[in-house]
């Protein structure tokens, strides 16, 4: 299993460009996360999905969409870039809180550095 | 408050102990987890506690949780080089999907 994979590692974008990072996990979970980090700040969520076809907005969602139109997948788009989305960016999965699996840890794919000057 | 805190940074010299520290927000938290962040990559399970239990071990991993303080603590016995990395605590509040993450503590081990 690949576990998470994120695309791509590193991008650096002008103000006001667009992107769309791409999170794929190939271990059928149901819940899949969009986090950013930065530097004395911890995680911060952007948004989040309990299902295929649904989404849901977390701490810092401004600036930011998400789809996850196939379960496996998870995209986050930054329509017009700025200068404050600066970051690397961490998404992560779970099994359902229902299903009974383990210990509902999450995991993590390797993150992607994004620069806006 | 609604933040989950630790201490930004940690220094230890090799072959000591190390005692990472958090305070966490909800009660009924169920499950509270320790994370480990190397340079570079995403964060990657180290261990983890269920609410009904004060401590658990696990080799050179030691947890403590005081639900009365909402305080959890990483013990890291006989510390070495590679566990120079970024812990992070986190908890899931109770009736939400979410995952809440403390800030992280720094550790850097002496040689």
């Known amino acids: 299993n690949a576990g998470v994979t994120q695309t791509p590692k590193f991008r650096v974008l002008k103000t006001g460009q667009s992107m769309t990072l791409l999170c794929a996990q190939d271990?059928?979970?149901?819940?899949m996360y969009w986090y950013r980090q930065d530097p004395g700040m911890g995680l911060r969520l952007i948004h989040y999905?309990?299902?295929?076809?649904?989404?849901a907005k977390g701490e810092v969602p401004d600036g930011y969409n998400v789809s996850r139109l196939k379960k496996q997948n998870f995209l986050l788009g930054l329509e017009s870039a700025a200068p404050s989305q600066t970051s690397v960016y961490f998404c992560a999965s779970s099994y359902e809180r229902s299903s009974g699996r383990g210990n509902y840890e999450q995991f993590f794919g390797p993150g992607t550095r994004l620069t806006v000057l | 408050g609604e933040d989950v805190e630790q201490s930004l940074f940690l220094s230890v010299r090799e072959g000591d102990s190390s005692v990472i520290n958090c305070t966490y927000t909800d009660s009924s938290s169920t499950y509270l987890y320790w994370y480990k962040q190397e340079p570079g990559a995403g964060l990657q399970l180290l261990t983890y506690i269920f609410s009904n239990m004060d401590m658990k071990q696990d080799q050179r991993l030691t947890v403590l949780l005081n639900k009365k303080d909402k305080h959890l603590s990483l013990r890291i016995a006989d510390t070495q080089t590679g566990d120079s990395a970024i812990y992070f605590c986190a908890e899931i509040r109770s009736g939400t999907y979410k995952y809440i993450f403390g800030t992280g503590t720094r550790l850097k081990v002496l040689a």
């Open positions: 271990m059928n979970h149901e819940y």
């Open positions: 999905s309990v299902g295929e076809g649904t989404t």
